[in-house]
């Protein structure tokens, strides 16, 4: 049972803008910011947004981030077959003093 | 750009000490903006965060509940690495062992734990 809730799966078409939903509490969420991270088949996984909406150098801007509250989002606009890979959010929890996670969301692009 | 390089044998029988190393370039070990984390991920545990070595004018280390007691992340300086020792491991400690400062992460180390 993961600390942040994220739906298991997601999909979407070519050039579709899918969202992934990520929900927390007061205690992580709610007092610290957000990364999001992409990982494919038997690789580690990327960071895709960290500090809730920032993209690291490289990311396409079609990757977004937000967060409202104990809950945030990642957003991917017009999206590619090569989206398709898991993904998930982290962010610090000070109640735990630990590094939470998601349990990941599998996007499927059909 | 900072790389992490991670190194450790991939099988450990039961009861015995599982040991990585994560050999960092590009940064220092003693950075005092960054902290060096090792996370596990298994099918059934899922991304697994185990805990973090960081410098802030001197040494801290946090651990994860979960493995408090067996868990030991120990920075080496002189290597410029950082490293992972969990004790009295089972087979549910077989999982794909990360190292990573939670922007940049290592390729990833699969341990077995098994006789």
């Known amino acids: 049972q993961s600390v942040l809730t994220q739906p298991p799966s997601a999909s979407g078409t070519p050039g579709q803008r899918v969202t992934i939903s990520c929900s927390g509490s007061?205690?992580?969420?709610?007092?610290?910011?957000v990364n999001w991270y992409q990982q494919f088949p038997g690789t580690a996984p990327k960071l895709l947004i960290h500090?809730?909406?920032q993209r690291p150098s490289g990311v396409p801007d079609r990757f977004s981030g937000s967060k409202s509250g104990t809950s945030a989002s990642l957003a991917i606009s017009g999206l590619h077959s090569e989206d398709e890979a898991d993904y998930y959010c982290?962010?610090?929890?000070?109640?735990?003093?630990?590094?939470?996670f998601g349990g990941g969301t599998k996007l499927t692009v059909l | 750009q900072v790389q992490l390089q991670q190194s450790g044998p991939g099988l450990v029988k039961p009861s015995q000490t599982l040991s990585l190393t994560c050999s960092i370039s590009?940064?220092?070990?003693?950075?005092?903006?960054?902290?060096w984390n090792w996370i596990r991920q298994s099918p059934s545990r899922g991304l697994e965060w185990l805990g973090r070595?960081?410098?802030?004018?001197?040494?801290?280390?946090e651990y994860a509940v979960s493995v408090k007691g067996r868990v030991k992340i120990n920075p080496d300086t002189s290597k410029n690495q950082f490293s992972l020792q969990l004790n009295s491991v089972t087979p549910e400690d077989t999982a794909v062992y990360y190292c990573?400062?939670?922007?940049?992460w290592g390729k990833g180390t699969t341990v077995t734990v098994s006789s």
């Open positions: 982290a962010a610090w929890d000070d109640s735990l003093i630990a590094w939470v």
């Open positions: 500090s809730n909406n």
């Open positions: 590009g940064d220092s070990v003693s950075s005092k903006s960054a902290a």
């Open positions: 070595t960081y410098y802030r004018s001197k040494w801290f280390n």
């Open positions: 990573t400062s939670m922007d940049v």
């Open positions: 007061s205690s992580n969420i709610g007092r610290n910011t």
